[in-house]
Each structure stands twice: as C-alpha cells, then as structure tokens.
RNA sequence: GGGUCAUUAACUCAGUUGGUUCAGAGUGUUACCUUGACAGGGUAGAAGUCACUGGUUCGAAUCCAGUAUGACCCACCA
C-alpha cells in the first residue's frame, strides 16, 4: 500500500466522514451501556455558522467522541431553533424586497412564507457541522417548531396556567418598535449613548412663576400627566397643590409631591409620563395618574401628537427642541450619558410601553434550580465563578414576559370568547377550549367560530427551555424508554451570553417537569474575539469564514486551533495561526506515521537501546494519560489537548523515533516494529477526540480493519501504574544527551565526528541508557572513571561529571573561567541555604519535610563545590 | 450605583491546600544545522520587580487590606 507523502485532507475528511455515517457509529438507541448525551444548543435555523459555533461544537464533539472511546452510549442530539424574531425579521425583509408587506398577509400566508424560507436555508448550519466532523446523532434532528415539540411547549404552557402560574397582565414590557414585539428583560441591551439633558420651563397656572424640569426625552411632554417634586424640597414649596401647564399643548397639569425625586439630579423636578416610563408609571398608580400614551407601535407620534403626529420619536425629539426654543420654553441643554435600552435583536432603541401580555410566575420555579447549582452542587458551572452571577439573577428574578407579537412560533392557546379580556380560557385545542368555555360562560350555545384564539406566539425560549426533555418526547409521553434512558444528560457546552436564557430555565423546567435536573455539567466556553480583542461580529467583517477556514487549514486543524487556546470562560482571541499551528500538528504526525510505515521490518534481535526506549515511553505515554484524565475531569481540554501536543511531538517524534529509528537503510527488528506501532495507535486514540479524521486515515493504514475495527469506536487505552523512577532516569539521560549536543555546538565537533566519552559518577543510576546515549550523542565509548579526566571537555549533570575526548585543542584558560563561575554561583546558592537552615525560627516551624529537603540541598552543593575543585585543580 | 473576575516573558495563558529548581508552557524571537519522516523540520539560547502599596508568616505569584487598570454581569435615577 503506498502512502501519499502529503497529507489531502479534504478528499480524507469526506471519505471518513461518509464512511462513519454509513456505518451508523453515530446513532445511538438505548441499552445497557451507560449513556453519555449531550443535546446541542440549537442554532437558528436560518442561520449560518460563525466561530462561536465551531469552538463550541468541537467541544462537545470532542466529548461525545472521547466517551464514545470510553465505550459509553454516546448520544449528541442534534437540532435548530426557530428563533422566532431574528427568522421573522430575516423574512419580513425578504418579503419586502418583492414588494410585498407583511401587513398584508394573512397569518397562515406569512407562515408559509416563513417555511419555506425554513425549508431553503433551515439546516444550512448542520450541514456545516458536518464539515467540522461532529458526530451528531442525526436521525435524530429537532427542531423546536416540528409538530412533537410545539405540541409539548402547549401542554406545558397550559400546565403551568392550570396551576396558576400563567398570568396575563397590563404592565410596562420592552417594546421593539421595529420587530412591533415585546422582548424578555434579557432580550434588552442596555447601551451607554451618548444623549443630551433639556432644561424645559413649565408655566404655573394663575402665577407667572415658571418651574423648570430636566428629561432626556422632550418628545414625551406631549404625554406628560404631572409634575413631581420632592415634599421635602423647600425651594419649591410655594408650588405645592398647584396646577402646572404643559407647552406646547397646554395642558393643565397637577403638581404632586412623592419623595422618590432625587433633589440633586437635574433640577429637582420632574416630569411625569406614566405610559413611557416605568418609574413614572409607577408614580402615576400611586398618585392615580392619566396615562396618555402618544405612540403608534412602529413609535411615530399619535394623536396626541399634535402636529407631529405619524413623524417618528428620534425626529421629533429634534424638533419639538427647537419649537420648546423658539416659544421660549427651552432654558438650556446639557450633554449627558445614559445607558439606553436597545433590542438584542433589531438593535433599535427600546420604548416602555403599557400593554397586555402574557407572564409566567418565576419567584417558586427559581427554587429548585437555585438549590441544584448552589447548595447540593448537582449542577456544576465550568468555571465555577458563574455560580455568582448565577445566585444573583436566580434570586432577583422577575416574571417572564412570555407573549410576543408575531406569527413565527407556537400561537399561545387561549381563547377568548366574549369581549372581555377575562373572557377567557386556556386549552391544547379548541375542541377543549370550547367545552371550557362553555362551562365557563355558563353559555351552552358557544360555538368554534365565537372563539378567537390569542393571536401572539410564545417567546422561543418557552420552547428551547424544554430542549433536554422535549427532544426525547418526555413531556407528552413522560415515561417512555428514551427518557428515562437519556436524561438526566451528562454535559452541556454553550456560551455565557445564554445563561439566563436559556441555562438557568432550561434547569427551572428540568424540575419542574420532569422533576430532575436536565445535565450535569455546564461548560460556559468563552466569546471568540478577533487579535484585536474585538468581538467577532458580522457589522465589524471580522468573523473568518468557517469553511473557508476548514478548506485551508482542515477541519482537524481548525479544531485544533481553536481547542489550544480556549480554557473554559476565558474568551478565545483567535488568530488563524492557531489553525496553522493545528495543521502543522496533523503534518508531524502523518510524517511519523510514514516514518514508521517505510522502515524495512525483518526478524532480527531487538538492540538493547530500542527496548529500553520503548519501555520508557510506555511509561511516558502512561504519565500523560493519567494527567489527561484528570483534566479531562475538570474541563480544561486546552491543557490536555496541549499533554497530547507535546507528548506526540516532543517525546514520540523527538526522542522515542529518533531513538529507535534504524541506521540509513538497515531494518528495524519485528518486536521494536510490533511495539512502535502499537504505541503509535495509543496515541491516536488520545488525539482522535481532536482530531478525528487524520487519526482514522492513519488507524486504517496501520492495519487492514474491519468497520467493527474502525478508531472512532475503538477503545480509549486503560491507564495504568507506571514507573515514575524509570521516567526520572530518563530525564537525566536526556540531559545528558543534549549537554552532549550543546557542547558539540560549542566547541564545533561535527555530529558525524564519533567521541568518546568518560564519566565521573558515583550513583551510576543512568548506566542502563548509556546504548542510547552512545546512538543520540554519536559517543563510540562511555567509560566510567573514579577521577576527573584532564584534557577533555566537561559538562555536568546533577552531581555527575561528563568528559568529552576529542582530538581537539582544549582552551584550558576557558575551561577554567567557566568551572569558577559555576563554583561562584553554588557556593552563594550554599551560602543562602545554610542562611536559612541557620534561621532557628525556620527549622523550628517549618514541616520536617522542608527542613529535610534544605538539609539535603545543602548536602548536593557541598558535595559538587568539591568536585568542582578537583577538576580545577586537575586542569591546573 | 451594586457585584463578579482578572492583572505572571514580546503575545496568549498555566501555576490546584503558602514550602522539592516555582518563576513555567505554547507561540514569537535569536544563533546554528538541514540531501534519508517532516523548512509546516532539528538543536541550543535569550527573555519576567509575578500591576502597585502595605500587612500576616520562618517563608508569599499564592493569604489579607487598600490603590490602579481592564473585562463582564446586574440595576428605574429623570
């Protein structure tokens, strides 16, 4: 079989990809095993993917893959998500370019619309997963709007109305002018904008005294149902019970007195508008208020407007400015900062506003889930420090705003049936809402047609929230095999921005129905940011093309990229080096690969040097998966992918190959043959969580294998107890060996030109590596001698003393100088650590280990201070 | 305004209960090497007042307090 000296991933990565699929290594039915599932955070739909995708998703494939190995039942449930605004905007402007408008349409016209916009570019993004080599379950795709789903956010919806928990109210909510929706508290993004602070005067009524007020949002005065100053203001208690006039439409206004008014800020007074604020809003319920809302829902003026009716507020801001100006309302204007509320989504400025809406009560389903991550620690967040924010926003929560007003998502059951907004009942279908309507009406002659049905959808959330239980059916069929099977899941990777989201409630809906926590673990990966440090965002064009990128640096590359440098919560600043560092990796080891491939094998004895270097390693290889393990176990993949980094490059490729790499054409032996290459799959079985496809082509050219055979379900190596002193040994040789190599480079003995060497060592622990020693320093003898060796170059390790002889004139005058140097340095070191043993204080309070430890530091120094010596004076 | 976290080499980061060469890694950089797996390579080296100030301790990158800078989260100051 001949091999390809350069490594074509994109022709492996499809072969291997189409080949494990084939062979259904992904998919996952329940048995006896011990699950691992993991259900992946579904992306939007219509969306495609960005770098945050791809360093999430190749965590969790390299979880999925690595327990996979481990001979669980791995399971990674794969699906998107409606995203019900960002689809409903993405497809209000597609309409808009042909000219159509979604007012226009009716609901069921706009949804087929949205489908089959869903249906052209819906799974885009999974077919990029694919690409990046994530083994998703994919007969089991979900999507958050197919029939089971929705069906399960109803139930669960008039689930928790029957229990009280639903409510509909006529509060303040966040409304996105643009969407014409309202938002969650968490879909707002309050921005610092840099506004100004007008200083407007108000006439008093029957006085020509005026009163001046400070706001931010002139436009509003046009809604204004009251002045408010502080009780306890004494410059402004000549205008209690006094009626004040609002500019420009003249309306008489009471002047009230509440104590919520900061006396500092701004003027003292303060303008009322109980239907654009949420404060005023709740001045005017104290003080029994008008509520003017001047508004239209797209935010141009109303009516009440006046003049400005039908212009938009931003415009209309500046120009009722200049008209307050112009009829001598308008004292002055300030700068000033403020944080302004913007939507997630549409990025327009947020508008207070009074409207009915549906909310879900949170205040007693927060309990469990508050418990789950901060008391019994059923739930652990990797890192840990999220557990604050977590505790903070869990124990402050507010009720959920639930409704939305669009036709993108599941339409909320309720139905009313008379003119009243208490008229109402709540039903999975209308056949069931009818019957209760009925009951409830005491109006046996209702039909269908006299019940409307609430025409807002829920908040996509409502249905992602449910993700871990309704993807194996577990709410309409609460026991079925799936469930109990797979849930609770092991892991759960996303990002931080969507703790609130979706984390925290998806363990509120863990407990409360299915009574259980959905996962384990939660790995919050950090923000992919750009070398710059800036977020990577499409407005800012500094987001890499994902498959562009996977094109030139191979999907095993980009995995590796993004994996070495990504600890858990510590944003990633990518830079493409890192794929190229990735792809060097996947270079290196395909070239040991064909190292090894190429060696003519034949039935000799095995050289005493090749058995000694291939038992270190095993030994090595033993140290390493025992640290990766444990890491493993702590979610620092960066540091075990970087274990494996140097474990290949530096001590397989570096030393062991090196090590046992025949001469220039001579075979290797069959055992030395057998054993390298058993080691080389060991590795490979570590490196193919990160990297699976290489390590698969590599796996398959070893050895002819059967699909049962194949790597990405073969078995992750068992660890075992390995010899630590062995591994210590050998540390020394290697030093050995590179003072070899370092005094050659000094003194410019060419690697060809063979030494002898003479050694000086009383312990003589390395004795056993001196055949490797010999072949790595090119050294044709080693004695060991009982004094130290004049004319010869020296170096030292340890207390040991090593003598180079060469048929080369010796610089004595040199060889000297650096001999008093190093004694200068080991007698201040001896000097410091007799300091610190003298310190009565320290032996009596330090442990006896420690004492110990400087006892026998002071032992090592006296000893070399005096071979030193010896081999100055021997050069004398 | 409240809170959380960070600050270690040129860059990105480790450093787990204070005590073994604990001042580290990867990248970059410097010098040299390189026809026999791999220049996407090899060998060797340089590089840090562990943000600052004080404290606790025999001993502090590590614990405590304060200061500075930065990031993030939360909050209704017009």
Same mark, same amino acid.
């Given at each position: 079989?001949?091999?390809?000296?350069?490594?074509?991933?994109?022709?492996?990565?499809?072969?291997?990809?189409?080949?494990?699929?084939?062979?259904?290594?992904?998919?996952?039915?329940?048995?006896?095993?011990?699950?691992?599932?993991?259900?992946?955070?579904?992306?939007?739909?219509?969306?495609?993917?960005?770098?945050?995708?791809?360093?999430?998703?190749?965590?969790?494939?390299?979880?999925?893959?690595?327990?996979?190995?481990?001979?669980?039942?791995?399971?990674?449930?794969?699906?998107?998500?409606?995203?019900?605004?960002?689809?409903?905007?993405?497809?209000?402007?597609?309409?808009?370019?042909?000219?159509?408008?979604?007012?226009?349409?009716?609901?069921?016209?706009?949804?087929?619309?949205?489908?089959?916009?869903?249906?052209?570019?819906?799974?885009?993004?999974?077919?990029?997963?694919?690409?990046?080599?994530?083994?998703?379950?994919?007969?089991?795709?979900?999507?958050?709007?197919?029939?089971?789903?929705?069906?399960?956010?109803?139930?669960?919806?008039?689930? =928790?109305?029957?229990? +009280? /928990?639903? @409510?509909? $109210?006529?509060?303040?909510?966040?409304?996105?002018?643009?969407?014409? #929706?309202? %938002?969650?508290?968490?879909?707002?993004?309050?921005?610092?904008?840099?506004?100004h602070l007008y200083y407007v005067?108000?006439?008093?009524?029957?006085?020509?005294?005026?009163?001046t007020i400070a706001t931010t949002?002139p436009?509003?005065?046009?809604?204004?149902?009251?002045?408010?100053?502080?009780?306890?203001?004494?410059?402004?208690?000549?205008?209690?019970?006094?009626?004040?006039?609002?500019?420009?439409?003249?309306?008489?206004?009471?002047?009230?007195?509440?104590?919520?008014?900061?006396?500092?800020f701004g003027t003292g007074c303060l303008k009322?508008?109980?239907?654009?604020?949420?404060?005023?809003?709740?001045?005017?319920?104290?003080?029994?208020?008008?509520?003017?809302?001047?508004?239209?829902?797209?935010?141009? =003026?109303?009516?009440? +407007? /006046?003049? @400005?009716? $039908?212009?938009?507020?931003?415009?209309?801001?500046?120009?009722?400015? #200049?008209? %307050?100006?112009?009829?001598?309302?308008?004292v002055k204007?300030e700068?000033h900062?403020?944080?302004?509320?913007?939507?997630?989504?549409?990025?327009?400025?947020?508008?207070?506003?009074?409207?009915?809406?549906?909310?879900?009560?949170?205040?007693?389903?927060?309990?469990?889930?508050?418990?789950?991550?901060?008391?019994?620690?059923?739930?652990?967040?990797?890192?840990?420090?999220?557990?604050?924010?977590?505790?903070?926003?869990?124990?402050?929560?507010?009720?959920?705003?639930?409704?939305?007003?669009?036709?993108?998502?599941?339409?909320?059951?309720?139905?009313?049936?008379?003119?009243?907004?208490?008229?109402?009942?709540?039903?999975?279908?209308?056949?069931?809402?009818?019957?209760?309507?009925?009951?409830?009406?005491?109006?046996?002659?209702?039909?269908?047609?006299?019940?409307?049905?609430?025409?807002?959808?829920?908040?996509?959330?409502?249905?992602?929230?449910?993700?871990?239980?309704?993807?194996?059916?577990?709410?309409?069929?609460?026991?079925?095999?799936?469930?109990?099977?797979?849930?609770?899941?092991?892991?759960?990777?996303?990002?931080?921005?969507?703790?609130?989201?979706?984390?925290?409630?998806?363990?509120?809906?863990?407990?409360?129905?299915?009574?259980?926590?959905?996962?384990?673990?939660?790995?919050?990966?950090?923000?992919?940011?750009?070398?710059?440090?800036?977020?990577?965002?499409?407005?800012?064009?500094?987001?890499?093309?994902?498959?562009?990128?996977?094109?030139?640096?191979?999907?095993?590359?980009?995995?590796?990229?993004?994996?070495?440098?990504?600890?858990?919560?510590?944003?990633?600043?990518?830079?493409?080096?890192?794929?190229?560092?990735?792809?060097?990796?996947?270079?290196?080891?395909?070239?040991?690969?064909?190292?090894?491939?190429?060696?003519?094998?034949?039935?000799?004895?095995?050289?005493?040097?090749?058995?000694?270097?291939?038992?270190?390693?095993?030994?090595?290889?033993?140290?390493?998966?025992?640290?990766?393990?444990?890491?493993?176990?702590?979610?620092?993949?960066?540091?075990?992918?970087?274990?494996?980094?140097?474990?290949?490059?530096?001590?397989?490729?570096?030393?062991?190959?090196?090590?046992?790499?025949?001469?220039?054409?001579?075979?290797?032996?069959?055992?030395?043959?057998?054993?390298?290459?058993?080691?080389?799959?060991?590795?490979?079985?570590?490196?193919?969580?990160?990297?699976?496809?290489?390590?698969?082509?590599?796996?398959?050219?070893?050895?002819?294998?059967?699909?049962?055979?194949?790597?990405?379900?073969?078995?992750?190596?068992?660890?075992?107890?390995?010899?630590?002193?062995?591994?210590?040994?050998?540390?020394?040789?290697?030093?050995?060996?590179?003072?070899?190599?370092?005094?050659?480079?000094?003194?410019?003995?060419?690697?060809?030109?063979?030494?002898?060497?003479?050694?000086?060592?009383?312990?003589?622990?390395?004795?056993?590596?001196?055949?490797?020693?010999?072949?790595?320093?090119?050294?044709?003898?080693?004695?060991?001698?009982?004094?130290?060796?004049?004319?010869?170059?020296?170096?030292?390790?340890?207390?040991?003393?090593?003598?180079?002889?060469?048929?080369?004139?010796?610089?004595?005058?040199?060889?000297?100088?650096?001999?008093?140097?190093?004694?200068?340095?080991?007698?201040?070191?001896?000097?410091?650590?007799?300091?610190?043993?003298?310190?009565?204080?320290?032996?009596?309070?330090?442990?006896?280990?420690?004492?110990?430890?400087?006892?026998?530091?002071?032992?090592?120094?006296?000893?070399?201070?005096?071979?030193?010596?010896?081999?100055?004076?021997?050069?004398?």
């Open positions: 079989m001949s091999i390809p000296s350069k490594y074509d991933a994109k022709k492996v990565e499809q072969k291997w990809y189409h080949y494990w699929i084939k062979h259904q290594y992904f998919q996952s039915k329940p048995d006896n095993r011990t699950p691992y599932t993991i259900v992946i955070p579904p992306p939007n739909v219509t969306g495609v993917l960005h770098m945050g995708h791809m360093l999430n998703n190749t965590i969790q494939d390299v979880l999925i893959r690595r327990a996979r190995l481990k001979g669980k039942n791995a399971c990674w449930v794969p699906g998107t998500d409606h995203a019900s605004i960002a689809t409903e905007a993405k497809v209000v402007a597609k309409l808009k370019e042909k000219g159509i408008e979604k007012n226009d349409l009716t609901r069921d016209e706009f949804l087929a619309h949205a489908w089959e916009w869903t249906h052209e570019y819906g799974g885009v993004i999974l077919n990029q997963l694919k690409k990046l080599g994530c083994s998703c379950d994919w007969d089991r795709t979900k999507f958050t709007l197919d029939d089971d789903m929705s069906e399960s956010v109803i139930s669960v919806f008039v689930d =928790l109305y029957n229990k +009280g /928990l639903i @409510y509909r $109210g006529y509060r303040m909510v966040n409304w996105d002018p643009k969407a014409q #929706t309202t %938002l969650s508290d968490e879909e707002v993004i309050y921005e610092e904008q840099q506004g005067e108000y006439n008093i009524e029957g006085s020509s005294d005026r009163l949002r436009e509003t005065i046009l809604g204004d149902s009251a002045i408010c100053i502080n009780p306890n203001d004494e410059r402004f208690s000549h205008l209690k019970g006094k009626k004040a006039i609002v500019p420009l439409c003249n309306r008489v206004i009471p002047i009230i007195e509440d104590e919520y008014v900061d006396m500092e009322v508008t109980p239907a654009h604020d949420e404060n005023d809003k709740i001045l005017g319920d104290k003080h029994k208020l008008e509520v003017i809302d001047i508004f239209n829902p797209d935010a141009t =003026l109303n009516s009440f +407007g /006046l003049h @400005y009716e $039908g212009q938009d507020r931003f415009e209309v801001r500046k120009q009722i400015a #200049t008209e %307050l100006k112009d009829q001598g309302h308008l204007i700068n900062t403020h944080k302004v509320g913007t939507s997630e989504r549409t990025k327009v400025v947020i508008e207070p506003r009074l409207s009915d809406q549906w909310f879900l009560k949170m205040e007693d389903l927060a309990k469990p889930a508050l418990e789950a991550v901060l008391e019994d620690e059923s739930i652990r967040l990797f890192p840990k420090k999220f557990n604050n924010t977590y505790r903070h926003w869990m124990e402050n929560i507010r009720d959920w705003n639930i409704s939305r007003q669009l036709f993108w998502g599941q339409q909320i059951p309720a139905y009313y049936y008379g003119d009243s907004k208490d008229d109402v009942v709540v039903a999975k279908t209308k056949e069931d809402a009818l019957k209760l309507a009925k009951e409830k009406s005491k109006n046996p002659k209702l039909t269908a047609e006299d019940l409307k049905q609430d025409p807002d959808v829920l908040d996509t959330w409502f249905s992602s929230w449910l993700w871990p239980i309704s993807v194996f059916d577990g709410i309409r069929n609460p026991n079925n095999d799936e469930i109990n099977y797979y849930y609770p899941t092991n892991d759960l990777v996303t990002g931080p921005d969507i703790l609130f989201f979706w984390v925290a409630r998806m363990i509120v809906a863990g407990f409360e129905f299915k009574g259980q926590k959905p996962f384990e673990n939660v790995y919050l990966t950090g923000l992919v940011r750009d070398k710059q440090r800036r977020k990577m965002s499409k407005s800012l064009g500094n987001s890499p093309d994902a498959l562009k990128l996977i094109e030139d640096f191979s999907a095993d590359g980009v995995r590796v990229g993004l994996l070495l440098s990504s600890a858990a919560g510590n944003d990633l600043l990518f830079d493409e080096a890192l794929c190229q560092q990735g792809k060097a990796f996947g270079n290196k080891i395909w070239n040991a690969f064909r190292l090894i491939q190429g060696w003519k094998v034949e039935p000799i004895d095995q050289p005493e040097y090749a058995q000694k270097a291939l038992d270190w390693y095993d030994a090595k290889f033993q140290q390493i998966l025992t640290e990766i393990e444990d890491q493993f176990n702590k979610y620092r993949l960066s540091d075990a992918l970087m274990a494996i980094y140097k474990l290949v490059w530096d001590d397989f490729c570096s030393w062991l190959l090196e090590m046992i790499k025949p001469e220039y054409g001579q075979p290797i032996d069959e055992t030395s043959h057998k054993k390298v290459v058993h080691l080389l799959e060991q590795n490979l079985k570590i490196l193919h969580p990160f990297m699976p496809f290489l390590t698969e082509e590599i796996w398959h050219y070893l050895k002819n294998r059967t699909p049962e055979s194949a790597l990405v379900v073969a078995s992750w190596p068992q660890t075992k107890d390995y010899n630590a002193q062995l591994l210590h040994n050998f540390e020394i040789t290697k030093e050995v060996i590179s003072g070899i190599r370092n005094l050659r480079k000094q003194k410019q003995i060419p690697f060809k030109t063979s030494v002898e060497m003479q050694v000086l060592n009383k312990a003589k622990y390395t004795t056993q590596y001196d055949g490797l020693v010999a072949k790595l320093g090119n050294i044709s003898q080693i004695k060991y001698v009982d004094a130290s060796v004049d004319q010869a170059f020296s170096f030292r390790v340890g207390a040991s003393d090593y003598f180079i002889v060469a048929d080369i004139d010796l610089d004595v005058e040199a060889e000297i100088s650096k001999i008093e140097e190093e004694l200068r340095y080991t007698e201040g070191f001896l000097k410091s650590v007799q300091n610190k043993l003298s310190n009565q204080r320290f032996v009596t309070n330090a442990p006896e280990q420690v004492v110990a430890n400087e006892k026998k530091k002071e032992a090592d120094a006296i000893a070399k201070i005096e071979t030193l010596k010896s081999s100055l004076s021997g050069l004398k």
